[in-house]
């Protein structure tokens, strides 16, 4: 009779895991992770991906001097937040909570002439797989097409 308490208990035990994990489960399924955007992993990668001749100009350090920029630009922009913070409504200065891509690199080129940094044509090349690498990591919505989207 003992074993049979024990073995009903045990089912009883898993069933109700199950259930438990199940529900939970099937909850955090339909949300959107969070992109964490970590620099020096974006350093490496875009790194390792920019052409030789490009390469030749810049160093780990103007790369990474220029995702700081770029960062810096979104940061203002209400477009990035510091790790924890939501992002959007009252935070988000870019009218519907979108970056124009160009107003970024005009923003980023221009400090990097400021400064004496990079060539333009290689802080191009760095931001253009800058935005590559945000899509990879899933930071990045698909581009809205105005004309069919919103009618």
């Known amino acids: 009779m003992t074993l049979v308490f024990l073995i009903v208990g045990a089912v009883l035990v898993v ?3 199950l259930v438990a994990v199940g529900r939970v489960v099937a909850r955090t399924a339909g949300q959107i992770r969070p992109a964490v955007y970590e620099l020096p992993a974006a350093v490496e990668w875009i790194a390792d991906r920019l052409p030789g001749e490009v390469t030749a100009r810049v160093s780990y350090g103007d790369v990474t001097q220029i995702l700081q920029w770029h960062l810096d630009w979104f940061f203002d922009a209400g477009m990035a937040s510091k790790h924890g913070e939501e992002i959007g409504g ?4 870019i009218d519907g909570g979108v970056a124009a891509e160009d107003a970024a690199i005009d923003a980023v080129v221009a400090r990097s002439i400021a400064s004496h940094g990079p060539d333009p ?3 191009v090349c760095v931001l253009d797989l800058q935005m590559q690498y945000l899509e990879a990591i899933g930071a990045l919505e698909q581009e809205l097409d105005v004309d069919n989207d919103l009618l």
């Open 15 to 17: 069933a109700i895991a």
């Open 90 to 93: 009252e935070t988000s200065r």
């Open 121 to 123: 044509i290689d802080v």
